[in-house]
């Protein structure tokens, strides 16, 4: 078999639910989009927020769960930047999955959808704890 091709049991480690979308996501889209997919991730990401009336931060709670993206959490919120945990038993699905899994679209939507809800000029970085299989994210904002 040529070690490229995904063995079924693979696509057995994801949500029946959402494994289109993450076939897409993590099989077929790293391939096209190459050494510059995380950019593009996150700039693909900040351009669904655009198409999205987002009038509040509950706005983007509830698009992350209607997304299927996790639990979007606020943990801290400053003058200056934001701290978001995002967890779910989706996200520890996509975790444990024998495939690279990445966070930076929702990192890129996070930032464009706070930046239309606060009028600021916003960055999000995400760090990804295995362990606790929770994404932090840090929202910047940049003015």
């Not at 979308?21 to 050494?35: A, E, K, T, V």
């Not at 690279?100 to 930032?111: H, K, M, Q, S, T």
Request: hydrophobic share 40%; net charge negative; aromatic share 12%.
């Amino acid at each position: 078999m040529d070690r490229n091709l995904i063995s079924l049991s693979t696509l057995d480690e994801f949500n029946s639910e959402t494994i289109g979308q993450d076939i897409l996501r993590y099989i077929s889209l790293p391939s096209f989009l190459g050494h510059e997919r995380d950019t593009l991730l996150y700039f693909i990401g900040r351009n669904l927020a655009r198409k999205i009336h987002i009038g509040s931060f509950d706005d983007v709670i509830y698009l992350f769960k209607k997304f299927r993206w996790g639990n979007l959490e606020l943990i801290k919120d400053k003058k200056n930047h934001m701290i978001l945990h995002l967890m779910s038993d989706d996200i520890v699905k996509r975790m444990q999955a024998s495939i690279e899994v990445d966070f930076r679209l929702e990192a890129g939507f996070i930032a464009e959808a706070m930046q239309n809800v606060t009028g600021r000029p916003a960055e999000c970085t995400e760090t990804v704890n295995e362990r606790l299989f929770r994404v932090e994210y840090k929202l910047y904002f940049t003015d």
